[in-house]
């Protein structure tokens, strides 16, 4: 068995014992976030991310929990500001809209080394999240309004959507996998936001939709940048 099959194992398997009993839950999610951690290592390894690279991949998925987080406090300001502590609990209260923040920002300026960064880096990112949705399924949180067998539809359908998109952009050359992700990232959530249940924390300040249509942007200019200068360099699996 593979590490990335073996990642899926034990973070299905405690996701399923959480939903056997709740109590376990809190294990199951810290169980999913550092799976999600590890699946985006492993994954960035196998599409070519360079050893020399590794360091900043690391700060960058680093940071992109905390923009993950801190995006989740701004869009629910008011609640935060009147339960402040929970600021201080890293396992709860995530938005995945914020993280590609941290990945980005991190990006080498070099045009040639962040197209190779970012297509191992971003391209890590929807195994990741298909992980880390797993400790949604075992908590209960981020629900949608139907279900199948028991488990949440909308998020399986949010995971097999993460997974659709890591298999398809691993046939891109390396300019378009950053474009392609985010582009098929922010239209899995104006997809699925639809059979979203509403947060229990009331409206946030921003749109979910909005922001995922601020993604498809984001993507479309830098698809023009690949496009205007190409490269022929393919992207490594």
Sequence with gaps: MGASAALWAVVSGAALAAR??????????????????????????RRG?????????????????????????????????????????????HSVLFAPLGILALAPGNRAARERYLAAALGSLPQAFAVARLGCLACGCCHGTFAFFGADATLLCEIAGHLALAGWTRRLPAAWVGPATLSGFGTLRLVTEHFRAPSPLGEPLIAPMALGIGWIAIAAAMASTAWQHPRPVLGRR
């Design 20 to 45: 056997l009993h709740p109590s376990l839950a809190p294990l199951a999610r810290w169980t999913a976030l550092g799976g999600a951690f590890w699946m985006a290592i492993f994954v960035y390894l």
């Design 49 to 93: 991310g360079e050893a020399e690279s590794g360091t900043r991949f690391v700060a960058g998925l680093a940071l992109a929990g905390a923009s993950a987080h801190l995006g989740w406090a701004f869009l629910h300001l008011d609640d935060v500001m009147a339960h402040p502590r929970a600021l201080l609990n890293p396992a709860v209260g």
